[in-house]
């Protein structure tokens, strides 16, 4: 049983039309994340949530944002994609800080920009 | 800065050994992990090593990690056509929680 579930699996938006991406997991992990995948890149760390404090990575930019409005569910909303914003983008989930936390990842959404 | 550094991609025959390679420039890293991807899939933990190990073994898989030289490789043992797929090298960082990533290595399997 699938237990990070990405939806949709593949989008289509228009360039400057704002999107959302939604991620929903059934572990009850306390930390979510979210990726960006571009193609032959490694997945880089956008931010992630620790329970309901929001941490950003330094470069990930402003035309990003998030919302986790409970433990099981968390959007990744592009307010104005652009070409570049074109990748696969992976939700992940993980119990909490510390020693080995194995992540779990969802089957990604691949987003595609015109 | 932190960087993980693979092989884009590797080619073997079926049946022999597989060596995906990975190096990195955390020291600090507790703990480092090989990740694998499947075409369409997410990314999947395939095995994991505490830094204060030098090998790990599980069944077909085998986990070298060098500390003095910041290298980790991962041994596919009689590799198969359902090991294809893209390998990642990972170590903590990328922030507080997150992992930070190798661009991959695609294992090509040949009959």
């Known amino acids: 049983d699938a237990m990070v579930i990405q939806n949709p699996r593949y989008q289509v938006t228009q360039f400057g039309k704002p999107v959302t991406l939604s991620c929903s997991q059934t572990?009850?992990?306390?930390?979510m994340y979210w990726y960006q995948q571009k193609s032959s890149q490694a997945p880089k760390l956008l931010f992630h949530y620790y329970d309901k404090d929001f941490n950003n990575e330094a470069d990930t930019p402003d035309n990003f944002q998030s919302r986790r409005p409970n433990t099981s569910f968390c959007f990744l909303d592009i307010r104005s994609p652009g070409l570049g914003d074109a990748a696969m983008y992976l939700c992940a989930t993980s119990r909490g800080t510390g020693g080995h936390t194995e992540a779990f990842f969802g089957q990604g959404t691949r987003l595609t920009v015109v | 800065g932190e960087d993980v550094e693979q092989s884009l991609f590797l080619s073997v025959r079926e049946g022999d050994s597989s060596v995906i390679n990975c190096t990195y420039t955390?020291?600090?890293?507790?703990?480092l992990y090989w990740y694998k991807q499947e075409p369409g899939a997410g990314l999947q933990l395939l095995t994991y090593i505490f830094s204060n190990m030098d090998m790990k073994q599980d069944q077909r898989l085998t986990v070298l990690l060098n500390k003095k030289d910041k290298h980790l490789s991962l041994r596919i043992a009689d590799t198969q056509t359902g090991d294809s797929a893209i390998y990642f090298c990972a170590e903590p960082g990328g922030g507080a929680d997150g992992l930070t990533f190798g661009k991959g290595t695609h294992l090509i399997i040949q009959p």
């Open positions: 572990l009850n992990h306390n930390v």
């Open positions: 955390d020291s600090s890293s507790t703990y």
